[in-house]
């Protein structure tokens, strides 16, 4: 029950006569066709760009090529495995896109962002080629890291470093 007041509610002269247990809405439907209501912009930085920075955004896309270079070493060397250092490389790439992407938030400039991920996941693959090496010069290897990266997995290098790159540069657009 409702508690009863001094007066009674107002009601719209114009307003059609209610039927007992008729529910009606607030507002007309058609209002939500009208213009749009103006979006105050926000005082503050949204949670997700908080603490977005360029520095921030170079350091995750960095971490991630390190430890890509280390999944290079890992499989390439202990695993002996060749080919799958393909998809490796596009792992890389992805994460590294996606890491600077998220350190940086737009503190990066649109045009920027894309090259700065590619650079860093082609060094990634390229210090995990280097990680090769030295692992197979710790199993006894003699070779010059160009002689030894030709003859072990010769045309798969060029193609890590063009895969990282590119996979790290789609992604960070």
Known sequence: MRPVTGTPPTRDPDAAPRVAGEQRLA???????????VAQP????????????AVRGIAFGATAAILGAA???????AMAVSAGLLVAAAAIGYAVGVAT???AGDTLSRPARPWIAAALAGLG??????????????????LPLIDYLGQTFGLL???????????AWWRAR
């Open 27 to 37: 507002r007309p439907p058609s209002e939500r066709y009208g213009a749009p209501p």
């Open 42 to 53: 926000p005082t503050s930085p949204s949670p997700a760009t908080a603490g977005a920075s």
């Open 71 to 77: 999944i290079i070493v890992l499989l390439g060397g």
């Open 101 to 103: 992407v998220v350190g």
């Open 125 to 142: 693959a390229l210090l995990g080629q280097v990680g090769l090496w030295l692992f197979a010069r710790t199993e006894g290897g003699v």
């Open 157 to 167: 290098v060029p193609l890590e470093l063009l895969l990282a790159a590119g996979i």
